[in-house]
């Protein structure tokens, strides 16, 4: 076999072990992802219960890093204390051994029954569990299908004079091997497919003991290299506490277990009696220790990691996002969660527009700030919809789609009244004060009252957009019937007043225009939460317009 071809064949099997792990993990998350972060979130209140946790979320995951994006989420937004993220964080890593334990052992005949029984499962309702666990019986599949290529593969390169030569310099310098294996890691995103990949080069003799064992290190480290570097919240130092935290613990894993590599390489061998074994027992035996030893210093761990990323000032820009933190896109709930959470920070700034052209009704002109904040409207609305069209779509289950969609049309629809606020509205209301003392008697309090009522309807979208309340969708939509009758009232008296002569044509075409625009952004608000629950409860038509028969 040429060196090309062993070199296709490895990438190959290294892929197909990588997309199973995905498919296992999505499949997961599809099926079980609401409740594995309620799990989360009910253990998060004891290190033990949190450690525990970790390890049973990651073992059903396959990814340290999925778990450690939810618990590093639920840190960033106060939901939990540091002391059980970072015990999430250290179970979390005990997870990955017991999947490469599981993974270890020769079961490569149940890859094909595990690929035809997720194959008849995946062909079952697309919404239904069963579908789901069939995708992630599929990956698990693929998976020991992948694992059993890689020895093959492996195999002839026991003989191979260059490659043992390549890696003979190699294992004479520990620290290379580390640096090697976490390099190799972070672009693989995998630990579990790398200490397996470092498993099957010890079982061949392809590598020495002590440098199975460096590579091991560096593949722990690089599991916890990655967050650090491609994770979001650089700019939220409460975000990077709990990735940061865990490589530093592995970073003392690291340095206490380097110099004794010779010991446990001599000790492992002999124990384990094959160097595959001996691989998979440090594995587990390095999380293992670490686990031990800072579980019972995690409350000045944590206090520690607060000194260093004190908490940041609130922000002075009102359009910069504070909870899209980039690295919990790959968790879709926590995404998604973060998303809703950032739309109501837009129903804020449109009613600070609002409240800023209430006041500007009959004044000479509008507040000062009132073109930065629609501004920082669209800033910020336009941030959210970015995040969310980045957003892995092969891992939301149908309800997440739904969800996205109603964000989507929330941010869109709140952006826009935003827009007709300021730059229709403000200057029409502005435009009063040139009729003087007549304004009050014209219609200037009616106006007012009007915003009022707007406004509370603004903080009704902003709380249907969370409740999803059909009671509460019903009683918006009806709103704009009433505003509707409002405008066609202040039209018939517009109309009389002008033909007996009572009304100056500019002065009352200006209070209607006002009127038309407060109907257009409640328009905006209705579409924004109230038609979205509506359409899903079937209590929406598809057109007011009658049809040719009617």
């Keep these: 076999m040429s060196f090309t071809t062993v070199v296709i064949s490895l990438a190959g099997a290294i892929a197909l072990l990588l997309w199973g792990m995905r498919m296992v993990q999505t499949g997961v998350q599809r099926a079980f992802g609401p409740r594995l972060r309620i799990l989360l979130g009910r253990a998060l209140n004891n290190r033990v219960k949190a450690l525990l946790a970790g390890l049973g979320v990651t073992a059903a995951l396959q990814s340290s890093t999925a778990t450690g994006l939810m618990v590093a989420g639920f840190a960033a937004g106060g939901v939990v204390e540091l002391v059980p993220a970072l015990a999430v964080m250290l179970g979390a890593n005990l997870g990955t051994t017991l999947v490469v334990q599981v993974l270890s052992f020769d079961i490569a005949l149940l890859s094909p029954l595990l690929i035809l029984l997720g194959f008849l499962m995946f062909r079952r309702d697309p919404a239904s569990v069963v579908h789901d666990l069939g995708r992630s019986a599929i990956g698990l599949g693929l998976m020991l299908l992948a694992l059993h290529q890689l020895m093959a593969v492996m195999a002839p390169l026991e003989s191979a004079p260059a490659l043992r030569e390549l890696l003979r310099i190699i294992s004479t310098v520990p620290l290379l091997d580390v640096l090697l294996a976490a390099a190799l890691t972070w672009a693989t995103h995998s630990s579990v497919a790398v200490v397996l990949l470092i498993m099957s080069l010890a079982q061949h003799g392809i590598v020495p003991p002590e440098t199975a064992l460096a590579l091991v290190l560096g593949a722990n480290l690089g599991s916890a290299v990655n967050p ?28 206490l277990a380097l110099p004794l590599l010779p010991w446990i390489a001599g000790w492992l061998t002999v124990g384990a009696g094959e160097p595959g074994l001996a691989v998979v027992w440090f594995h587990v035996g390095f999380n293992l220790v670490l686990a ?31 909870y899209l933190d980039e690295a919990t896109r790959r968790v879709p709930g926590l995404a998604l969660g973060a998303a809703a959470r950032e739309a109501l920070r837009l129903a804020d700034l449109l009613e600070e527009l609002l409240a800023a ?23 910020l609305a336009g941030a959210i919809r970015a995040y969310l069209a980045a957003l892995d779509t092969e891992s939301l289950d149908e309800a997440d789609h739904r969800r996205m969609r109603e964000i989507i049309t929330f941010v869109t629809q709140l952006d826009q009244a935003g827009g007709v606020a300021r730059r229709i509205l403000l200057p029409h209301a502005a435009a009063l004060w040139k009729e003087g003392p007549s304004a009050e008697s014209g219609g200037i309090g009616d106006l007012r009252a009007l915003l009022v009522r707007l406004r509370a309807n603004l903080r009704t979208a902003a709380a249907l957009f969370m409740t999803e309340d059909p009671r509460a969708a019903h009683l918006l939509a009806e709103e704009k019937t009433v505003f509707r009758q409002m405008e066609s009232a202040a039209t018939r008296v517009y109309l009389d007043r002008l033909r007996h002569g009572a009304e100056a044509a500019d002065a009352g075409a200006l209070r209607l225009d006002l009127l038309r625009d407060i109907k257009r952004i409640n328009s905006h608000l209705v579409a924004a939460a109230a038609y979205p629950v509506l359409e899903r409860a079937g209590a929406l038509l598809p057109s007011r317009v009658a049809g040719k028969g009617a």
Excluded: H, I, M
């Design 228 to 255: 650090v570097v491609e994770g979001g919240g650089r700019d939220d130092p409460a975000a990077r506490r709990v990735p940061l935290g865990n490589l530093l613990n592995r970073l003392v894993g690291l340095a």
């Design 292 to 322: 031990l030893l800072f579980l019972p210093l995690l409350s000045p761990y944590a206090r520690l990691l607060r000194r260093w990323l004190p908490d940041r000032p609130a922000a002075a820009d009102p359009g910069r996002p504070l």
């Design 357 to 379: 052209a209430q006041q500007t009704l009959g004044a000479r002109r509008a507040p000062p700030g009132c073109k930065a904040l629609e501004e920082a409207l669209g800033r």
